[in-house]
């Protein structure tokens, strides 16, 4: 029989394929509580009441959860089901729904729901609008999972506080006994990254082989958009390169094949980025399958970082770029620095000179910007050809100065989660409404790369690919009120429809273009309504696509065999 662990991290994903960085650094640096912690990981597909049990069945004296924008609803129904299981229970929270820089350390924001994927940990924030979570202007304390819900928060980074923290509590200190009602609160100095013991030992063989890896050279960022928490990061700071490059070197030699750097930033410091593509550069040919993928500033790729990105081999590179918006005078208002110019020039080279997937990040509801100029600014993104377009809408994050503008542009958000942006003085509530349908189904029908063929026809020829996708995007929502769940072959169906009906395309050409994606998509049969329609048998099915990077892999194995179309794109 397992003994009873003295204190409990559980980390809350995503999904299952998620492995919790946050989580496995306060592991790392447990020191001489390491033999009295355990790492217990749980999705948000299962209900509060399951892992509450599974906690509950483990016992322990003092439980960590990370709160993240993708998690905190669960968080909010699981806490209260804790309290009554497992009353004794010391019960500490942090992560980005608590950030560092409250107003004063009475005042826990309100905890509601809540980033990508498991990047910060206990008390640090994540960083990019989908990654980070959402908050509203003040805390609200009459929250019932602030009553005797939980005995601490830690706000701020908890690599090294959260042990101290059980090393006192395990030892009975009296003066950190909780309040009569929420809890007390921490607000630890960032640690010196050279003294953390770095996590990665902590990732299981069975994490190296079936789950995304992630890993981090810095922490901050130079930037100070008002979107986003990090516009409070007082500098950048950088984990100690020798060692971080020797805990990479293990990786690899245990197996590990796909690595996602979380750094907001990774490009700040050219010569360091450069150091890093270099080593994984030089170990791609014993390594193979070797896949990175990095976030970079758009306009800062100088000659030495274009010479070694053009250099990495196809499906070995994902570079994430948020533009943002295209609109200067919007970049101007949310503090974002950014020469619109040489980023277009840098993605330009991107996708004409290097083998690197291009994910490019988009925001909607910024104030200042407007239907009009988002529209301009997404087709210019288009028309640069990226192998994807997120289309993102505004959230408002805990401690982020977006606030500031929420009386001169007349920012009206969500209370719920994730607290997206309803309308602003330049953005009525309807059509912004329709844009974050038209993101959705964005992503169902072009960047999920299930409609590689069809989806170009839904706008070929028109002056507007926002403009035209937005009408293909509005008829989705009058077929299909409930945007999640709907089947394939209704999706095939509608897309046919538009296209012949609205576009004017010839029934086989548009049967032609469905099918075709479809069989690349690996389906082995023929949707009903495209039957009747084809002129020459289907392509077979594509086979081996592998689940951690279907979309890349789908959009690899399609330019390759179309390289035409592909240049074209």
Same mark, same amino acid.
């Given at each position: 029989?397992?003994?009873?662990?003295?204190?409990?991290?559980?980390?809350?994903?995503?999904?299952?394929?998620?492995?919790?960085?946050?989580?496995?650094?306060?592991?790392?640096?447990?020191?001489?509580?390491?033999?009295?912690?355990?790492?217990?990981?749980?999705?948000?597909?299962?209900?509060?009441?399951?892992?509450?049990?599974?906690?509950?069945?483990?016992?322990?004296?003092?439980?960590?959860?990370?709160?993240?924008?993708?998690?905190?609803?669960?968080?909010?129904?699981?806490?209260?089901?804790?309290?009554?299981?497992?009353?004794?229970?010391?019960?500490?929270?942090?992560?980005?729904?608590?950030?560092?820089?409250?107003?004063?350390?009475?005042?826990?924001?309100?905890?509601?729901?809540?980033?990508?994927?498991?990047?910060?940990?206990?008390?640090?924030?994540?960083?990019?609008?989908?990654?980070?979570?959402?908050?509203?202007?003040?805390?609200?304390?009459?929250?019932?999972?602030?009553?005797?819900?939980?005995?601490?928060?830690?706000?701020?980074?908890?690599?090294?506080?959260?042990?101290?923290?059980?090393?006192?509590?395990?030892?009975?200190?009296?003066?950190?006994?909780?309040?009569?009602?929420?809890?007390?609160?921490?607000?630890?100095?960032?640690?010196?990254?050279?003294?953390?013991?770095?996590?990665?030992?902590?990732?299981?063989?069975?994490?190296?082989?079936?789950?995304?890896?992630?890993?981090?050279?810095?922490?901050?960022?130079?930037?100070?958009?008002?979107?986003?928490?990090?516009?409070?990061?007082?500098?950048?700071?950088?984990?100690?390169?020798?060692?971080?490059?020797?805990?990479?070197?293990?990786?690899?030699?245990?197996?590990?094949?796909?690595?996602?750097?979380?750094?907001?930033?990774?490009?700040?410091?050219?010569?360091?980025?450069?150091?890093?593509?270099?080593?994984?550069?030089?170990?791609?040919?014993?390594?193979?399958?070797?896949?990175?993928?990095?976030?970079?500033?758009?306009?800062?790729?100088?000659?030495?970082?274009?010479?070694?990105?053009?250099?990495?081999?196809?499906?070995?590179?994902?570079?994430?770029?948020?533009?943002?918006?295209?609109?200067?005078?919007?970049?101007?208002?949310?503090?974002?620095?950014?020469?619109?110019?040489?980023?277009?020039?840098?993605?330009?080279?991107?996708?004409?000179?290097?083998?690197?997937?291009?994910?490019?990040?988009?925001?909607?509801?910024?104030?200042?910007?407007? $239907?009009?100029? /988002? @529209? %301009?600014?997404? +087709?210019?993104?288009?028309? =640069? !050809?990226?192998?994807?377009? *997120?289309?993102?809408?505004?959230?408002?994050?805990?401690?982020?100065?977006?606030?500031?503008?929420?009386?001169?542009?007349?920012?009206?958000?969500?209370?719920?989660?994730?607290?997206?942006?309803?309308?602003?003085?330049?953005?009525?509530?309807?059509?912004?409404?329709?844009?974050?349908?038209?993101?959705?189904?964005?992503?169902?029908?072009?960047?999920?790369?299930?409609?590689?063929?069809?989806?170009?026809?839904?706008?070929?020829?028109? $002056?507007?690919? /926002? @403009? %035209?996708?937005? +009408?293909?995007?509005?008829? =989705? !929502?009058?077929?299909?009120? *409930?945007?999640?769940?709907?089947?394939?072959?209704?999706?095939?169906?509608?897309?046919?429809?538009?296209?012949?009906?609205?576009?004017?395309?010839?029934?086989?050409?548009?049967?032609?273009?469905?099918?075709?994606?479809?069989?690349?998509?690996?389906?082995?049969?023929?949707?009903?309504?495209?039957?009747?329609?084809?002129?020459?048998?289907?392509?077979?099915?594509?086979?081996?696509?592998?689940?951690?990077?279907?979309?890349?892999?789908?959009?690899?194995?399609?330019?390759?065999?179309?390289?035409?179309?592909?240049?074209?794109?």
């Amino acid at each position: 029989m397992a003994s009873r662990p003295s204190i409990l991290l559980a980390a809350i994903n995503a999904r299952h394929s998620h492995a919790s960085l946050g989580a496995r650094y306060l592991l790392a640096n447990m020191g001489d509580l390491r033999p009295q912690t355990e790492l217990a990981e749980f999705t948000i597909q299962q209900p509060a009441a399951e892992i509450a049990t599974a906690i509950a069945a483990k016992n322990p004296r003092i439980l960590a959860l990370g709160v993240y924008i993708w998690n905190a609803a669960r968080v909010a129904e699981l806490l209260p089901l804790l309290r009554e299981q497992l009353p004794q229970m010391k019960i500490v929270l942090g992560g980005p729904e608590f950030p560092g820089h409250y107003r004063s350390v009475g005042d826990p924001p309100s905890l509601s729901d809540g980033c990508s994927p498991e990047r910060g940990h206990l008390g640090r924030s994540e960083c990019g609008q989908d990654a980070r979570a959402p908050g509203g202007n003040n805390p609200d304390l009459s929250n019932p999972i602030h009553q005797r819900n939980a005995d601490f928060l830690i706000l701020g980074e908890g690599d090294l506080a959260f042990p101290a923290l059980c090393r006192e509590w395990l030892s009975a200190s009296p003066h950190l006994r909780p309040f009569a009602s929420i809890c007390g609160s921490l607000r630890p100095p960032n640690p010196d990254l050279a003294a953390l013991r770095l996590p990665y030992d902590e990732y299981t063989n069975a994490d190296l082989a079936h789950r995304l890896l992630y890993v981090e050279s810095s922490r901050g960022c130079a930037m100070r958009c008002d979107y986003c928490v990090s516009a409070n990061d007082e500098a950048v700071r950088f984990f100690p390169l020798p060692a971080l490059l020797a805990a990479f070197e293990k990786l690899l030699a245990r197996g590990a094949r796909q690595f996602k750097f979380c750094d907001r930033s990774f490009n700040l410091h050219v010569p360091r980025a450069v150091e890093i593509l270099s080593f994984f550069l030089e170990r791609i040919p014993r390594f193979p399958g070797l896949f990175l993928h990095f976030e970079m500033l758009p306009d800062r790729f100088p000659v030495e970082l274009r010479e070694v990105l053009a250099s990495f081999p196809p499906r070995s590179l994902q570079l994430e770029i948020g533009l943002q918006s295209f609109n200067p005078q919007v970049l101007e208002t949310i503090r974002r620095p950014q020469n619109l110019e040489r980023a277009t020039d840098n993605l330009r080279f991107l996708r004409e000179h290097t083998q690197a997937f291009l994910h490019t990040d988009l925001i909607a509801g910024l104030p200042g910007e407007t $239907p009009e100029s /988002f @529209a %301009a600014g997404f +087709d210019r993104l288009v028309a =640069l !050809g990226p192998h994807e377009i *997120q289309l993102g809408i505004l959230k408002k994050l805990p401690g982020a100065p977006i606030a500031r503008h929420d009386d001169e542009f007349a920012m009206r958000y969500s209370p719920a989660p994730p607290y997206e942006i309803r309308s602003t003085r330049d953005w009525p509530a309807e059509h912004l409404a329709r844009t974050a349908r038209f993101a959705h189904w964005w992503d169902a029908i072009v960047s999920s790369n299930r409609f590689l063929a069809a989806a170009p026809l839904i706008w070929e020829n028109a $002056p507007s690919v /926002f @403009a %035209a996708f937005m +009408d293909f995007s509005d008829g =989705l !929502g009058t077929r299909f009120p *409930q945007e999640h769940g709907v089947p394939l072959p209704d999706l095939i169906e509608a897309v046919f429809n538009y296209l012949t009906h609205v576009r004017g395309c010839s029934l086989e050409r548009a049967a032609d273009a469905l099918i075709r994606s479809y069989r690349h998509a690996g389906a082995r049969d023929i949707p009903p309504a495209l039957a009747p329609h084809l002129r020459r048998e289907p392509p077979p099915p594509t086979r081996g696509i592998p689940k951690p990077l279907r979309r890349q892999f789908l959009r690899w194995t399609w330019d390759e065999a179309n390289p035409k179309l592909s240049k074209n794109a």
